[in-house]
């Protein structure tokens, strides 16, 4: 098992900057695959973007290309989102997840996720 904890949203104005962590706990970090989720009210849950094991590997969805960076420290058990030039509709609950992986490869899909934090608020006014 492992644990899951982010922090780092908050309410931030259009063209702002935010960084989100998620901590982890439990079983060898370096063994999961990360990723990053979205969730805004009345919508289904969305990726956002993954990185592999070693950060090698790493995918986007086309909504933040360009815009977000994730990245990932295994010395301290942590991924990030580094969030820049946001957007309103970026407002949502946004959920690191972590998926076991014996290869260096990314997963861009919730089913292929394995544990969920608890989600943190990003809210961005106009």
């Known amino acids: 098992q492992v644990q899951l904890v982010e922090s780092g949203g908050g309410l931030v104005q259009a063209g702002g900057s935010l960084r989100l962590s998620c901590a982890a706990s439990g079983r060898t970090f370096s063994w999961y695959i990360m990723g990053w989720f979205r969730q805004a009210p009345g919508k289904e849950r969305e990726f956002v973007a993954t990185i592999s094991r070693n950060g090698v590997i790493i995918s986007y969805a086309d909504s933040v290309k360009g815009r977000f960076t994730i990245s990932r420290d295994n010395a301290k058990n942590t991924v990030y989102l580094q969030m820049n030039s946001l957007k309103p509709e970026d407002t949502a609950v946004y959920y690191c997840?972590?998926?076991?992986?014996?290869?260096?490869?990314?997963?861009?899909?919730?089913?292929?996720?394995?544990?969920w934090g608890q989600g943190t608020q990003v809210t961005v006014s106009s």
């Open positions: 997840a972590a998926d076991w992986s014996i290869g260096e490869r990314v997963t861009t899909t919730l089913a292929g996720y394995d544990y």
